[in-house]
T-cell receptor
Framework: GQQLNQSPQSMFIQEGEDVSMNCTSSSIFNTWLWYKQEPGEGPVLLIALYKAGELTSNGRLTAQFGITRKDSFLNISASIPSDVGIYFCAGFPRNTGKLIFGQGTTLQVKP | DGGITQSPKYLFRKEGQNVTLSCEQNLNHDAMYWYRQDPGQGLRLIYYSQIVNDFQKGDIAEGYSVSREKKESFPLTVTSAQKNPTAFYLC????????????FGQGTRLTVV
C-alpha cells in the first residue's frame, strides 16, 4: 500500500532555531496535511495544502506541496518551548479515500 | 460547539470481551476514519467511510468492525479476535475523502487486561 516516509524521526534543538521536516512517497498525493500532537491528545491540524507547488504559512509555520506531488515539507521558524510535540504529515493518495500518516517527527526545544 | 466527540476517554476491558468505541461528529462531514496509535508510533488506518452505509478496510482492519448507519456516527468495535487491542484509538472526519481537511477527536485509550 501507499507509504509516507517522514524525516527526521526526532529533533532536539535550541529555542530560537529554525526547524525543517519532510515527507516523501512513491505515490502521487492530492492533498497534504500537517498536524501536531501533544501527549494523550488527538492531532491538531496546522496546515492544509491542495495544489502542487503551493506554499502556505500559518504564523511561524510554513509548508509546501512538492511539485512532483510526492513530497511536502514543514518549516518552523524561531522555535519556542511550546512547539514541543510530535508533528505528523498526512495525505490523501490520488484516487483513494484513504488518509494515511507518516511516522511522525518528535520535536524537543531547549529553552 | 462543532466538533468530533470520542467517548469514553479511558476504557478498560477484560481479555476476550468485545468493546465498542463511540465517535460522533456534528460537522456535517461525509467521511470518517478510525486510527490506532501505539506508543511512539504513527497513526495506522483501521477503517474509513466515505459516505453513509459504506465503509472500507484500512491497513489493519483484522479484529475490528465498524458501521455507518448515520452520517454523524461511526462506532468501532474491537473484537476478541484482535490479538493486541491495548492502544490509543483516534477518530477523524472530513468534508469528503480526498481533497479536504480532516479533524480529530480527543481519542480513547483502551486497556485490555
Amino acid at each position: 500500500g501507499q507509504q509516507l516516509n517522514q524525516s527526521p524521526q526526532s529533533m532536539f534543538i535550541q529555542e530560537g532555531e529554525d526547524v525543517s521536516m519532510n515527507c516523501t512517497s512513491s505515490s502521487i498525493f492530492n492533498t497534504w496535511l500537517w498536524y501536531k500532537q501533544e501527549p494523550g491528545e488527538g492531532p491538531v491540524l496546522l496546515i492544509a495544502l491542495y495544489k502542487a507547488g503551493e506554499l502556505t504559512s500559518n504564523g511561524r509555520l510554513t509548508a509546501q506541496f512538492g511539485i512532483t506531488r510526492k513530497d511536502s515539507f514543514l518549516n518552523i521558524s524561531a522555535s519556542i518551548p511550546s512547539d514541543v510535540g510530535i508533528y505528523f504529515c498526512a495525505g490523501f493518495p490520488r484516487n483513494t479515500g484513504k488518509l494515511i500518516f507518516g511516522q511522525g517527527t518528535t520535536l524537543q526545544v531547549k529553552p | 460547539d462543532g466538533g468530533i466527540t470520542q467517548s469514553p476517554k479511558y476504557l478498560f476491558r477484560k481479555e476476550g470481551q468485545n468493546v465498542t468505541l463511540s465517535c460522533e461528529q456534528n460537522l456535517n462531514h461525509d467521511a470518517m476514519y478510525w486510527y490506532r496509535q501505539d506508543p511512539g508510533q504513527g497513526l495506522r488506518l483501521i477503517y474509513y467511510s466515505q459516505i453513509v452505509n459504506d465503509f472500507q478496510k484500512g491497513d489493519i482492519a483484522e479484529g475490528y468492525s465498524v458501521s455507518r448507519e448515520k452520517k454523524e456516527s461511526f462506532p468501532l468495535t474491537v473484537t476478541s479476535a484482535q490479538k493486541n487491542p491495548t492502544a490509543f484509538y483516534l477518530c477523524a472526519s472530513s468534508m469528503g475523502a480526498g481533497m479536504s481537511e480532516a479533524f480529530f477527536g480527543q481519542g480513547t485509550r483502551l486497556t485490555v487486561v
